[in-house]
């Protein structure tokens, strides 16, 4: 398959989010609103680029900042069981995370700048929110390249969870993600868009909402 859009996910740049978020979207439909002042300011520019559209976070979701164990906590996962935390200083400062517990264990560096993180989440929920998404589980190596064939990885590390290497590839209107086990999900802009996937022969495709769980509004000081 040919690789021929979602540049914006490959070379990345300030512009990315929203470019990404134009076009698996479409265009915006309302107002920025603004986001709380105490925020790091590339956060707060998230959260008010993200206001102009909905349904943007669909299973983790931002949380309004607390300092855990000198860390600034702006985002978990959708059960509670990992948390996302930065500096409270700095333009673009580092993210960490840790699994949550009575005891949580020390902060470890994801490899990524508060931007990255937020890119990187920004097309994780994109890819876990498609209304056009299928997805088929423990695959031979074999076919995971074949269904991956002519896409490009995303520049940004793997992160911890939910397990270690998870990619996520680009292609021409659609996303994929890999686990090392060969699970692989296919989110699409458009039913159209899954079709050079779903007639692979040799493949039983589940849609991606079977498979989903509970996931949590974002919360209402961001609204």
């Known amino acids: 398959m040919e690789n021929g859009s979602m540049n914006e996910l490959l070379a990345i740049d300030r512009d990315s989010i929203p470019r990404f978020l134009t076009r698996w979207y479409g265009e915006p439909g309302g107002l ?12 707060r520019e998230w959260h008010e680029l993200n206001s102009r559209w909905s349904g943007v976070t669909v299973h983790n979701h931002p949380i309004d900042p607390e300092i855990e164990d000198g860390k600034l ?18 333009d673009d400062p580092p993210v960490y995370d840790r699994e949550t517990s009575e005891n949580p264990g020390p902060w470890v560096h994801t ?9 990187h989440a920004t097309v994780f929920e994109a890819v876990w929110g498609a209304q056009n998404a299928v997805c088929a589980n423990a695959l031979t190596l074999e076919r995971v390249n074949e269904i991956s064939d002519g896409l490009i990885e995303m520049p940004l590390p793997s992160w911890r969870w939910p397990e270690v290497g998870i990619r996520i590839l680009v292609g021409p209107e659609v996303l994929l993600e890999l686990t090392p086990v060969g699970d692989v999900t296919v989110a699409a802009r458009t039913s159209e868009a899954l079709s050079p996937f779903t007639d692979m022969p040799g493949i039983t495709w589940r849609p991606r909402h079977e498979v989903m769980t509970g996931s949590e509004p ?3 000081f961001f609204r």
């Open 73 to 90: 906590v702006f985002w978990v996962e959708n059960q509670g069981g990992w948390e996302w935390a930065t500096d409270s200083a700095g």
């Open 32 to 43: 920025a609103v603004p986001a709380p002042r105490h925020l790091p300011s590339v956060l």
């Open 111 to 119: 490899g990524e700048k508060l931007s990255e993180f937020l890119l």
């Open 218 to 220: 974002i919360p209402d």
